[in-house]
């Protein structure tokens, strides 16, 4: 049983995709930062891209990503043509001899495409770009799938997906608008299986309205019964200040800090007894996993998709929205669909927000995500003396130790990992931000 320490719990902290957050990242970010980045790439090493679709078939009132509602067939066909031209640029302004080792697809929602449009795409992409067999993996919406995109997946080997399954209890489905029975699910299942998809992944979530720990628990066992290679877990952030479509979730209606809590506590409990291991803080998969296997090679990494066997240290972003990562630049595209179609086609790389990463953002950046991948980090002296009083509220509690200058997070402090990296954060003086909660 985790101990329940709400004073650390209720702090918002953030997910820490990356470092700096992007509420460091400044307004009005010029294009050249980037396009040098993208010259300095050493062809030596492999990199990965990520493709962002804003669009989804249905909108659900829960979510926070950057999307929309498909529409027009028209509106998704520009869309598809500027991202088409951003790949040109961006393959353009890259070194001779640079490959591309993986190609991630998310959104929104990738299905929100035709089966062609996508495979028009990928195409596209491994053609400008040097991705002679590029690991494909790809976000999907069980709702929006049929055998023209069975074909799709087969057809381009995809070797990763992950299914929205969030939960399937319909009355939560129906408190965040998102419909999809059992059965449907099984399809999506058995589609993805056909077609050759080896590491499957379902989305879970907790602290949904009207959700309760028994709702949880009959989901995660619906979806054992599908035996899918991963699961994440990850914790409704009710945020409808920023985010207007949740205004539809009844606040009243959402578990209350130590109801969240305890969800996540018990989602971790059935995992386990499944067999599952953890992966950081919100990630399950069955040991043979390629994910598990990393986290136990000590090689698991964490990026804007969540914790990660990619090893690349170079993650350019295509699409509204997307954010390229190198060692020293983190660029955000423009977020608007319409505003991003019409920078790229001025012949200009749609960046629009980003943070220059210096050495001790880098240093800071490294420590934290091993704290969140391992559980464990060797502190330098200097911040080894400046964490020392916050962390003694975690030492004094039974989450974690400390042995010299080495900290590790106890079984009972897994919970408090975001509340423990925050520590390291050297930003978050200079203003909080707006993010979710630690569980």
């Known amino acids: 049983m985790w101990p329940y320490f709400p004073d650390l719990l209720d702090r918002a902290v953030p997910r820490y995709t990356s470092y700096p957050t992007a509420a460091e990242f400044a307004e009005g970010m010029a294009e050249e930062p980037y396009l040098r980045q993208l010259a300095a790439v050493d062809p030596r090493q492999p990199v990965s891209l990520y493709v962002h679709i804003p669009y989804c078939r249905e909108?659900?009132?829960?979510?926070?990503?950057?999307?929309?509602?498909?529409?027009?067939?028209?509106?998704?066909?520009?869309y598809l043509d500027a991202l088409c031209a951003e790949a040109d640029l961006v393959s353009a302004a890259l070194p001779p001899g640079v490959e591309v080792a993986r190609i991630s697809f998310g959104g929104g929602s990738p299905n929100a495409l035709s089966a062609l449009q996508f495979i028009r795409l990928a195409d596209?992409?491994?053609?400008?770009?040097?991705?002679?067999?590029?690991?494909?993996?790809?976000?999907?919406?069980?709702?929006?799938?049929?055998?023209?995109?069975?074909?799709?997946i087969a057809g381009l080997g995809i070797a990763?997906?992950?299914?929205?399954?969030?939960t399937l209890a319909p009355h939560v489905q129906s408190a965040i608008g998102r419909h999809q029975p059992l059965e449907m699910i099984e399809s999506a299942v058995e589609l993805l299986r056909r077609a050759g998809v080896g590491s499957l992944g379902f989305d879970l979530m907790y602290g949904l309205p009207h959700q309760s720990g028994a709702d949880l628990a009959d989901t995660i066992d619906m979806a054992l019964t599908l035996q899918p290679d991963r699961f994440s877990v990850f914790g409704y952030a009710h945020l409808p200040a920023a985010i207007p479509r949740q205004r539809r979730i009844q606040g009243d209606a959402l578990p209350r800090s130590r109801e969240r809590f305890e969800q996540a506590m018990l989602a971790d409990r059935l995992l386990l007894e499944a067999g599952y291991v953890r992966v950081g803080f919100d990630h399950y998969a069955k040991p043979d996993d390629p994910l598990a296997r990393a986290a136990g090679a000590g090689g698991l990494r964490r990026n804007f998709q969540g914790f990660t066997d990619d090893d690349c240290d170079v993650l350019i972003g295509l699409g509204a929205s997307a954010i390229s990562s190198f060692p020293d630049l983190l660029a955000q595209n423009e977020k608007n669909a319409g505003r991003y179609r019409m920078l790229v086609s001025d012949g200009r790389a749609p960046i629009r927000r980003g943070v220059l990463r210096g050495p001790?953002?880098?240093?800071?950046?490294?420590?934290?995500?091993?704290?969140?991948?391992?559980?464990?980090v060797s502190l330098p002296a200097d911040l080894n003396a400046v964490i020392g009083p916050p962390l003694g509220v975690f030492l004094t509690r039974g989450l974690a130790t400390r042995e010299g200058d080495t900290i590790a997070l106890t079984e009972n402090g897994r919970p408090?990992?975001?509340?423990?990296?925050?520590?390291?954060?050297?930003?978050?003086?200079?203003?909080?931000?707006?993010?979710?909660?630690?569980?």
Request: with cysteine; aromatic share 10%; glycine share 12%.
């Open 124 to 152: 596209h992409l491994m053609t400008r770009f040097r991705a002679f067999s590029p690991l494909f993996s790809l976000e999907l919406d069980p709702r929006g799938l049929d055998s023209a995109w069975e074909h799709a």
């Open 59 to 78: 909108i659900c009132w829960y979510c926070g990503c950057n999307t929309g509602a498909a529409g027009r067939a028209g509106r998704l066909q520009a």
């Open 416 to 439: 408090y990992a975001r509340a423990l990296a925050y520590l390291l954060d050297g930003h978050r003086a200079e203003g909080e931000g707006a993010f979710s909660k630690a569980v």
């Open 360 to 376: 001790e953002d880098q240093r800071r950046g490294r420590l934290i995500e091993r704290i969140l991948c391992d559980g464990t």
């Open 160 to 166: 990763r997906a992950s299914l929205g399954v969030q």
